[in-house]
């Protein structure tokens, strides 16, 4: 069982890496990219078997420590 | 006053911090290990500037969980002075002991240049030593500097007196132009509604003999020790 984790800023955060990811791309010609956000993905392998459990427990911990709810929103996902 | 300076993996201020408290200003002052449980007979706590951690995942989000910061919880709780310089600043943040957070500069520079600060309450244990309408002049050093909070934080922060510091030009203007990180309302340093925890980006303890540029950093230590000396303060466990 694995989990996925993204991790983006939030919208109201000012995101001067996702701009300038999106400035170079205008430079390298390719149009059309309204914004760019930079965030983190995190794959995290779990030896259990419930997903319920693992999810709960995920949950807690991205709000605890993977993300900062003060500047970013999660994503999680368990396969 | 015993002064505990934390020790991160990574802090890379924390001999500056203990040379201003020590040599400079003739306190007593002792390295505190990240894994230690106990602050021993600390009357405050610095947490210094660096990278502890290497600054994975967030910066201060992994120090935030050490066990010397579980003993600096209770001794904030407990009406304990705590000050974070820099990474200091960033770990209490984390720890939700300030309200906010620290991102990346807004120029996606590294700053590394004396800044200039408006006190803006000399009403607090980092600032009562500090003339009115004193500038200080203070070394930041910093890729991720910039304050973030939302409205209803900075609403209540300004409400309640708790921003200390913003950055400010020569002439002490508040302006766009004198903030180094983009930080909001310019903010370089805040405290808790207590008034017992404060941080801020820049480096008081680098500025504290004129040989070095400045000694303006020595009024920030000043007042936290008049603080200690004035009050009864709690002592650490």
Same mark, same amino acid.
């Given at each position: 069982?694995?989990?996925?984790?993204?991790?983006?800023?939030?919208?109201?955060?000012?995101?001067?890496?996702?701009?300038?990811?999106?400035?170079?791309?205008?430079?390298?010609?390719?149009?059309?990219?309204?914004?760019?956000?930079?965030?983190?993905?995190?794959?995290?392998?779990?030896?259990?078997?419930?997903?319920?459990?693992?999810?709960?427990?995920?949950?807690?911990?991205?709000?605890?420590?993977?993300?900062?709810?003060?500047?970013?929103?999660?994503?999680?996902?368990i396969e | 006053m015993n002064f505990a300076?934390?020790?991160?993996?990574?802090?890379?201020?924390?001999?500056?911090?203990?040379?201003?408290?020590?040599?400079?200003?003739?306190?007593?002052?002792?390295?505190?290990?990240?894994?230690?449980?106990?602050?021993?007979?600390?009357?405050?706590?610095?947490?210094?500037?660096?990278?502890?951690?290497?600054?994975?995942?967030?910066?201060?989000?992994?120090?935030?969980?050490?066990?010397?910061?579980?003993?600096?919880?209770?001794?904030?709780?407990?009406?304990?002075?705590?000050?974070? %310089?820099?990474?200091?600043?960033?770990?209490?943040?984390?720890?939700?002991?300030?309200?906010?957070?620290? %991102?990346?500069?807004?120029?996606?520079?590294?700053?590394?240049?004396?800044?200039?600060?408006?006190?803006?309450?000399?009403?607090?244990?980092?600032?009562?030593?500090?003339?009115?309408?004193?500038?200080?002049?203070?070394?930041?050093?910093?890729?991720?500097?910039?304050?973030?909070?939302?409205?209803?934080?900075?609403?209540?922060?300004?409400?309640?007196?708790?921003?200390?510091?913003?950055?400010?030009?020569?002439?002490?203007?508040?302006?766009?132009?004198?903030?180094?990180?983009?930080?909001?309302?310019? %903010?370089?340093? %805040?405290?808790?509604?207590?008034?017992?925890?404060?941080?801020?980006?820049?480096?008081?303890?680098?500025?504290?003999?004129?040989?070095?540029?400045?000694?303006?950093?020595?009024?920030?230590?000043?007042?936290?020790?008049?603080?200690l000396k004035s009050k009864t303060m709690?002592?650490?466990?």
């Amino acid at each position: 069982m694995k989990a996925k984790i993204i991790i983006t800023p939030k919208k109201a955060v000012v995101d001067p890496q996702g701009k300038a990811v999106q400035n170079a791309l205008e430079h390298m010609g390719y149009s059309g990219i309204n914004a760019v956000h930079v965030g983190k993905y995190l794959e995290i392998e779990l030896n259990g078997a419930d997903r319920e459990t693992a999810r709960k427990r995920l949950d807690e911990a991205c709000h605890k420590f993977l993300s900062n709810p003060v500047i970013e929103d999660y994503k999680l996902e368990i396969e | 006053m015993n002064f505990a300076v934390l020790q991160f993996p990574a802090s890379n201020c924390d001999q500056d911090a203990v040379h201003a408290l020590r040599d400079v200003l003739g306190h007593s002052a002792r390295y505190l290990w990240h894994k230690e449980t106990s602050l021993g007979d600390a009357d405050a706590v610095i947490a210094p500037g660096g990278f502890s951690y290497g600054d994975y995942l967030r910066c201060g989000a992994i120090a935030r969980f050490s066990p010397v910061m579980q003993a600096v919880q209770q001794f904030a709780a407990d009406g304990g002075l705590v000050l974070g %310089i820099c990474n200091g600043f960033q770990v209490l943040c984390e720890a939700g002991l300030l309200s906010g957070a620290l %991102i990346r500069n807004r120029s996606l520079q590294f700053r590394c240049e004396h800044v200039y600060l408006k006190t803006l309450t000399t009403d607090s244990p980092f600032t009562n030593r500090i003339p009115e309408g004193k500038l200080l002049k203070i070394p930041i050093a910093h890729g991720e500097g910039c304050y973030f909070a939302d409205d209803e934080t900075l609403n209540k922060l300004k409400a309640n007196n708790q921003i200390l510091w913003q950055y400010c030009n020569a002439n002490g203007e508040v302006t766009e132009q004198a903030n180094p990180n983009g930080s909001l309302w310019n %903010i370089a340093g %805040i405290c808790n509604e207590r008034r017992n925890v404060a941080g801020l980006m820049p480096h008081p303890e680098r500025a504290c003999e004129a040989i070095l540029g400045s000694a303006d950093g020595r009024l920030i230590f000043e007042s936290l020790i008049h603080a200690l000396k004035s009050k009864t303060m709690p002592k650490a466990a």
